[in-house]
């Protein structure tokens, strides 16, 4: 499966010498890479309660976002991220329609560059635009992608794992249900890769046919078009957001139609183990893919994935500013 | 690398105990471990001499002065201090103190916690060495290995002290 959905250079993301050096997506990790981001960010978790939760870690360093889509949690967790380890941040809020296509990106990034940045959290509508950044910086700077077209959200795959074991443990026994809009969505391809490296052994995507890839179940992962199906003994379900300009290029009959299908409620999750969990990325549409009652109830861990998705981000920052400078070209 | 024969530690540690028992007499006071040789010691201390506060490790590697040089050590654990240093004195522990760096990266780590009243620096090995103006209140056993000798504590069972030969710098 990691081969036949391959974007792009992977190889990109380690230097010369193996290190992790850019995280663009989550094919191309080894597992003890996954688990050791994870590992580190159970620490930064520790530092988030503190009374003063800040360490000197990147002091001196230089973290821009370079943010081409609207983006409030990832952005912000990313901003706080590199402030808690005492880097300064640059937040540079681009709109797509002042921006033709990848010649401008890397003007933006040369002249970033010129100022000395040491690292870039880029998101951007095109798929591989964090992989052309790193390819063109280099060594020279680490580069994260925060969200690349409808390509990885490597940092959210992460974030996912990470709250998954917090709760669970190890994937190795788990039955995880993506249920949503998997065709259009970063997040669904990122977490398919994380848990597969992870050794998760049964991962279930769930979602009307316009909106799963047919491909998917030629790949391993077990594929589902009626809700309580797929949901039947799932330990750990990942609702996605629905975007609604789906609905205008007539892929969905309407949001109360799908709700009806594919909207998860307490209910419906009676269909899942006993406790199973409940993930969003969020933003929420209450009452399109999730209800509320289910959302902002016991088993919905909604909120403590933005708490995991700073930790996480800390971890990928440290270890990735770690690598910087370890190795000249 | 060869080892040559180690040291008994239980004698060091119950050295290490009648020295810091003075410093005890202040109620609640804390002790915190420096991961990983630090904690073992800590935790043998912190067990023998019933202090009422739980004991706190910490681990510095996000706090490291060469963390720009070197990157993140392999293995970070989290640090956990199960009570307010704020206004308390506190008995840092330590394997063995050296350079003094891993002292102040602690000390700067304690700090991002609260305000200690005061932190009394309890070691087992003081191997001299020092770059900072850092210096133990509490030292069991006091070397000066020769360059290219190191000391190892080894553990947490047992805890086994040896000095060995190591190539390149100590």
Not at chain 1, 82 to 94: F, P, T
Not at chain 2, 57 to 82: C, K, M, N, T, W
């Amino acid at each position: 499966m990691r081969k036949a959905l391959h974007f792009g250079d992977a190889g990109t993301q380690h230097g010369a010498d193996g290190r992790l050096r850019h995280l663009l997506s989550m094919e191309g990790l080894r597992d003890r890479e996954i688990l050791h981001i994870l590992d580190t960010a159970e620490s930064f978790l520790e530092i988030g309660q503190r009374v003063i939760k800040k360490t000197p870690t990147l002091r001196g360093r230089t973290i821009v976002n370079l943010f081409f889509e609207n983006s409030t949690r990832t952005r912000s967790t990313f901003e706080l991220a590199a402030k808690r380890l005492s880097a300064d941040v640059l937040n540079i809020a681009v709109s797509t329609s002042s921006q033709s296509k990848g010649e401008s990106l890397l003007d933006t990034v040369d002249n970033l560059r010129a100022m000395h940045v040491d690292g870039f959290v880029i998101r951007h509508p095109e798929a591989g635009a964090a992989h052309q950044v790193a390819r063109h910086v280099g060594g020279e700077a680490l580069v994260i992608n925060a969200g690349d077209g409808q390509h990885a959200h490597p940092t959210q795959a992460l974030l996912d794992v990470f709250t998954i074991r917090h709760y669970r443990g190890p994937m190795e026994n788990l039955v995880v249900a993506i249920v949503g809009d998997v065709l259009h969505s970063r997040v669904a391809r990122s977490q398919i890769y994380a848990l597969s490296i992870l050794g998760c052994p049964e991962i279930r995507v769930i979602g009307p046919r316009t909106l799963v890839p047919a491909e998917l179940s030629a790949l391993g992962v077990h594929v589902y078009h009626d809700l309580d199906a797929g949901l039947q003994g799932a330990d750990v379900v990942c609702a996605l957001r629905l975007q609604r300009e789906r609905m205008e290029a007539h892929r969905l009959p309407s949001l109360d139609e799908y709700h009806r299908r594919f909207g998860l409620t307490s209910q419906r999750l009676e269909k899942a183990a006993p406790g199973a969990l409940v993930l969003h990325p969020g933003p929420i549409n209450r009452g399109v893919e999730i209800a509320s009652e289910l959302a902002d109830g016991p088993q919905s861990v909604i909120l403590a994935q933005v708490t995991h998705g700073l930790a996480v981000r800390m971890a990928v920052l440290t270890l990735l500013a770690g690598a910087l400078g370890g190795e000249e070209e | 690398m060869s080892t040559k024969p180690g040291w008994d530690v239980e004698p060091l540690l119950d050295a290490m105990m009648r020295s810091l028992a003075p410093w005890c007499q202040e109620a609640e006071t804390g002790m915190i471990g420096i991961y990983t040789g630090g904690a073992w010691i800590a935790r043998r201390l912190h067990a023998a001499m019933g202090l009422d506060l739980p004991l706190g490790e910490v681990d510095i590697s996000f706090y490291r002065d060469d963390f720009s040089h070197i990157g993140l050590h392999p293995q970070v654990r989290a640090s956990h201090i199960p009570f307010d240093v704020d206004g308390r004195q506190i008995i840092l522990v330590d394997d063995v103190c050296y350079t003094g760096r891993t002292v102040r990266a602690a000390m700067n780590e304690i700090f991002d916690y609260g305000r200690p009243a005061r932190i009394i620096l309890a070691v087992l090995v003081d191997r001299g060495g020092r770059e900072l103006p850092i210096q133990p209140d509490v030292a069991a056993l006091r070397l000066t290995p020769v360059p290219g000798e190191a000391i190892k504590l080894t553990g947490p069972e047992p805890l086994c002290l040896e000095l060995r030969q190591v190539e390149g710098r100590p």
